[in-house]
């Protein structure tokens, strides 16, 4: 008798095996995430990847907070005001200076003279034709005899002059004068054309600083941080 323990199996009572072999199991964080469908390991990547997005944005959000109040004075009164107030001082700003001069000027001119030149000296005249002397006396033997004489042509007399000459002439003036100066110039800076810009530049920067000046300074001025919500804001705003 034979046991059928030592029967060939049958192979009508054997299970179908598989052609191929079966593969070895995936490893876990491949079985975690693939699973062997496609669309949950897609789902899967992206929430993690969208975790961790979030997180990193998260934690960049906190430190703006941290930080958005000293941010906001350092660009509001730093840099805002600042520039605004400083292009309003430059416009309201002198030049005030000492130019030197030193140049050459001609001067080409007429002018009027006019006065009276007394005169009173003696001197010596000369006769430049033969002159006749009416009713003259002379003294001869200490006789004193009048008689009519003529003087030569060339004879010296000396003569007192005792007069009062009028002058009135116009004598050209053409002359060459050096000039040396130190003029004192104060300009002052919104009289001139660079008052537009200036303007325009606090216009510009006027916007702004309306807009950073209706911000609040700190979490304390936020509507929301009530007496509730204190500590929420003291922990995402720190202390400013």
Partial sequence: MISSSTLPDDPSTQPPQDKAAKPQDAPGVERFIWSGKLKEAFWTIACIVSLTVNLILFVILILLARNVFGLKRLVQYQLIDGLHSNFVKMDDAHIVTTILVSDTIKVEDTIPVVFNLPLKQQTQVTLTRDTQVKDATIFLNGKAVPLDIILKKGTDLNIALDLVVP??????????????????????????????????????????QDLLGKLPDSWKQIPFCGPLTNWWCRAFFGSQ
């Fill in 167 to 208: 002058v009135s002439q116009t004598v050209p003036v053409v002359l060459t004068v050096p000039v040396q100066l130190k003029v004192p110039v104060d300009i002052a800076l919104n009289k001139t054309d660079l008052h537009e810009p200036f303007v325009g530049l606090q216009n510009v920067l006027t916007p702004y």
